[in-house]
């Protein structure tokens, strides 16, 4: 399934409107990797894990939108956008939360 971050599909017709899909995936944070995070906060500099942990949240966040999409029997999603947050568990806890967005589209 194409899927893109655009409007339109170069050299495609769009034929049929399917609706907005959306995928959530959530991931808790650990103790050792916000260890490591906060010390990156105090020296500077890139962290790394968490880095790790959004690029696959991302990645699962596209896969599930696809599999929404392909029930829907679309052959392509556009308009992607992904957003990221955070969920506040309680005052020792907090969530990763990444959200991707599209239109189902049908090709003709």
Same mark, same amino acid.
């Given at each position: 399934m194409l899927v893109t $971050?655009?409007?339109?599909?170069?050299n495609q017709?769009? !034929?049929t409107y399917l609706g907005v899909v959306t995928a959530e995936v959530v991931y808790g944070t650990?103790?050792?990797r916000d260890?490591?995070?906060g010390i990156r906060?105090?020296?500077g500099g890139r962290? @790394?894990?968490y880095e790790k942990v959004?690029? !696959? @949240?991302?990645? !699962?966040a596209i896969d599930e939108l696809i599999q929404r999409a392909s029930r829907l029997n679309a052959d392509a999603v556009i308009g992607?956008?992904?957003? $990221?947050?955070t969920i506040n568990v309680d005052d020792k806890g907090v969530l990763l939360l990444i959200t991707a967005t599209g239109t189902a589209v049908k090709l003709g």
């Amino acid at each position: 399934m194409l899927v893109t $971050t655009t409007d339109t599909i170069q050299n495609q017709t769009i !034929k049929t409107y399917l609706g907005v899909v959306t995928a959530e995936v959530v991931y808790g944070t650990n103790v050792l990797r916000d260890f490591f995070a906060g010390i990156r906060d105090t020296i500077g500099g890139r962290t @790394g894990s968490y880095e790790k942990v959004f690029e !696959k @949240g991302q990645q !699962k966040a596209i896969d599930e939108l696809i599999q929404r999409a392909s029930r829907l029997n679309a052959d392509a999603v556009i308009g992607i956008e992904i957003d $990221t947050g955070t969920i506040n568990v309680d005052d020792k806890g907090v969530l990763l939360l990444i959200t991707a967005t599209g239109t189902a589209v049908k090709l003709g």
